[in-house]
């Protein structure tokens, strides 16, 4: 029986060189009860203020915890990996990342809940997991479903953000059965996470709210040089090159 693993992270910045200092997760699957992990780790890199401001974790909070490869978490991501297993992330590809640095390989399934939004959900302002938490209403849900897990619900914490994620996720289940009703649910959510999404609309900078097609064809000299000067995520830096050539 297939196994889901819904996680996020929390780390000391966003930086080469930084380090995970909280997971939280949730394992799903094989007829069993939702196991919940959520567990401050110990590092040798200093947390960031930039970073304290985010997650209010402070090296106080983690000065006698165990290493996050000595972590249970840690355990049970490497005891379920393998290719019938879904690894389950907003962004995931910052996650993947921080785990690939504590040496971890990985064997499971990905699926990205931010680039599903993206995908399945076009036509929300933001596919920030606390914006979708609100929009989509899941806010309302996630006292009963905290209680149930005996989970503390906080914006920016690990395991809060993973429960948000759960909620998020069953929603996106929900469009995948309405656009797609004949498609297995997870089979089309591995998809559209490895789908680039086409943005339609420019929801930052000078031309903020406007159509990115008719910017191209306006100013084709802005979008290379947004490509070139900042920094972008993949879905954006695809779109700009799609439009570009």
Sequence with gaps: M??????????????????IIQVGGILLGNGKEPIVYNELC??????????????????????????????D??????????????LIAHNISFDL??????????????????????????????????????S???????????????????AHDAIGDVLVMKLLLSKLKEKIVEKYPNEDVMNKLKELTNTPVVIRIFKFGK???????EIAMEDGNYLAWMLKSLELDEDMQYTLKLYIN
């Design 97 to 134: 990342e921080m785990l690939q640095k504590e040496g971890f390989e990985n064997n499971y399934i990905l699926i990205d809940t931010l680039r599903c939004a993206k995908h399945l959900l076009p036509d929300e302002r933001s596919h920030a997991l606390q914006y979708l938490r609100y």
């Design 42 to 71: 110990s590092t040798q890199k200093e947390i960031s203020f930039e970073a304290m401001a985010v997650h209010h974790i402070i090296p106080e909070d983690i000065k006698d915890k165990l290493p996050f490869l000595k972590s």
């Design 136 to 154: 989509l209403g899941l806010y309302k849900d996630e006292k009963q479903e905290a209680q149930k897990l005996g989970i503390t619900i906080q």
């Design 2 to 19: 297939r196994k889901f693993l819904l996680f996020d992270t929390e780390t000391t910045g966003n930086g080469v060189e930084d380090r």
């Design 73 to 86: 978490f840690y355990a049970m991501l490497q005891e379920n990996n393998d290719a019938s297993n879904f």
């Design 207 to 213: 031309y903020k709210d406007r159509l990115i097609e």
